[in-house]
């Protein structure tokens, strides 16, 4: 064999070995950030935070300036679709990609999985750990574009891909949830395309930006999460056991804290009155204290927040048409014909 020929050959495998041996390096490296490189771009369409830099990332957005597109919404109409847990769904465009998204009344931010935030290009940090990020470009709806919309990663569910409904709300004046329609509705206050035919009901936002408001069920009064993102039926959360059970099944649960299955006890409940408006009642949960010794990551953090009841999915949303106003934290909550009862 000619000797330059050899030498040349081993030159390309020592090269090689380098090369890997220099990415087994980086890969092993702990991602480092830094404060004030919150918007900064690195390649993969925003920076990610974990540990006490991804709480300042997440902070940061209730300062920064909203940096959307500014075209005047008069009234954007945005469809519907259900999955197979009926969970409502949204075509997102993020970073170039459109994505079907669940609507979530019970998240207060982007929640996408691992696999499309590879998928959009965009390299997480290598250990998969709860994570913050910024998303380049999104639009919610056509020609509405949003840049740097803030996301963050649970580890504890890889398959939960939802937006909020912040990103929606805090957009428009009037935000209309029609599960029956199969739209959401964005309205401006000089549409006059939003003209309720109930009084406004004021609602709380929880810490983690949950929709809390005061209802009635069956003579109890409790304060009630609205959460278009629950699948199932809709749980009672009080532990006082002043409600009959009538029956019991086994029922899983898919949440941001991971995949739950336990035995409930169902209770019938034949109404719910939230301000001037009835609607009726149908089968409920009952969580148990072992349910929060079972799933403490999921219960417990909804009882820190005062929920008695969780409303939500279609459970809640088949029955009436919902609407927010976040600016002055009021909600119009209007029953479908066939179900409109007046108090």
Request: hydrophobic letters at 35%.
């Amino acid at each position: 064999m000619n000797k330059s020929s050899f030498v040349v050959r081993q030159l390309r495998v020592f090269v090689l070995l380098i090369i890997l041996v220099s990415c087994t390096t980086k890969k092993e490296k702990e991602p480092v950030f830094t404060e004030g490189s919150f918007l900064e771009m690195d390649g993969n369409g925003g920076k990610f935070y974990t540990g006490e830099d991804m709480e300042k990332a997440i902070d940061y957005l209730k300062w920064t300036p909203d940096n959307s597109s500014t075209q005047s919404i008069i009234t954007l109409q945005i469809p519907l679709s259900f999955d197979e847990r009926e969970l409502p769904l949204v075509k997102v465009n993020l970073n170039g990609q459109d994505y079907l998204l669940g609507f979530d009344t019970g998240s207060p931010s982007l929640i996408l999985p691992i696999h499309i935030l590879r998928g959009m290009r965009m390299l997480p940090p290598f250990e998969e750990k709860d994570f913050a990020f910024f998303i380049k470009d999104v639009i919610i709806a056509k020609n509405y574009a949003i840049t740097y919309l803030s996301g963050q990663y649970l580890q504890t569910n890889k398959y939960i891909s939802v937006i909020s409904y912040l990103s929606y709300a805090s957009r428009c004046d009037y935000l209309t949830i029609d599960f029956k329609g199969r739209q959401l509705t964005m309205h401006n206050k000089l549409s006059n395309t939003f003209q309720p035919s109930v009084e406004p009901i004021s609602f709380e936002l929880s810490k983690s930006m949950k929709i809390i408001v005061p209802a009635t069920i069956d003579g109890q009064p409790m304060n009630a999460m609205l959460d278009s993102g629950w699948c199932g039926y809709s749980e009672i959360l009080t532990l006082d056991e002043s409600f009959s059970a009538i029956d019991e099944h086994n029922y899983q649960k898919t949440t941001f804290c991971g995949d739950y299955s336990s035995k409930y006890k169902v209770t019938e409940i034949s109404s719910i009155i939230i301000g001037q408006t009835v609607l009726n009642g149908g089968k409920m949960n009952l969580v148990e204290k072992k349910h929060y010794v079972e799933f403490p990551e999921f219960y417990n953090p909804l009882k820190n927040e005062g929920i008695d009841l969780c409303l939500g999915g279609r459970d809640f949303f088949s029955k009436c048409r919902f609407t927010i106003d976040l600016e002055n934290q009021l909600c119009w909550i209007e029953p479908y014909e066939n179900e409109k009862k007046t108090k």
